[in-house]
């Protein structure tokens, strides 16, 4: 992380601590990431970790399609360390290696499952457009019910979020891992 010091947690102040001890012994186990960067602000950093607490384990849309969503939010924004970080949980929740390597050069990958095609397609249109037209929304809607929906975008905007903090912080993966973009 060449953009701020890399500190311990002694090396915080008590307020950086809290929201350090709440990360560490929560679902994640530890800080890392864009917590490394975020951590600088603590009370950004503890409202950003309950956010992504829910996103990532608790709301409606289903596992799999979460992580196929990350991994779309991850290559639109090349993010090494989100890629790093979910490109191998979305293949052990079933994603296909070919999907992977395909959202991984920002193509459009060959579809096993209707459900990713329509989080695929409604992720990267969201991305790109800041909108959603309707015949993109239809499909997700009917899958994901209207709660899921918004929780859809919810995430898409919480790991676009991510993604700026790992870039502009240069927050990168461990050495030798290699993006697909790169």
């Known amino acids: 992380m060449s953009r701020l010091p890399e500190r311990t947690r002694d090396q915080l102040e008590p307020a950086q601590q809290v929201a350090w001890d709440r990360i560490a012994s929560g679902a994640r186990g530890g800080v890392?990431?864009?917590?490394l960067s975020l951590i600088t602000s603590a009370e950004l950093c503890a409202r950003v970790e309950q956010v992504g607490v829910f996103i990532r384990y608790e709301c409606s849309v289903p596992?799999?399609?979460?992580e196929?969503?990350?991994l779309c939010v991850g290559q639109h924004w090349r993010a090494d360390y989100e890629?790093?970080?979910?490109?191998?949980i979305a293949a052990r929740q079933g994603v296909p290696q070919t999907v992977i390597d395909a959202i991984g050069q920002g193509q459009t990958p060959p579809?096993?499952?209707a459900s990713d095609g329509y989080v695929h397609d409604f992720v990267r249109v969201l991305?790109?457009?800041?909108?959603?037209?309707d015949a993109i929304y239809a499909p997700v809607q009917a899958l994901l019910g209207d709660k899921g929906a918004v929780e859809l975008t919810g995430l898409v905007g919480y790991y676009s979020l991510l993604a700026m903090q790992l870039?502009?912080?240069d927050v990168m993966p461990p050495e030798g891992f290699k993006a697909p973009w790169r």
Do not use: E, K, S, Y
């Open 63 to 66: 596992q799999r399609l979460r």
């Open 167 to 169: 870039n502009v912080f």
């Open 68 to 70: 196929l969503a990350i």
């Open 32 to 35: 890392g990431g864009p917590f």
């Open 83 to 88: 890629w790093f970080a979910h490109a191998h």
């Open 127 to 133: 991305l790109r457009d800041g909108r959603v037209p």
């Open 111 to 113: 579809f096993d499952a």
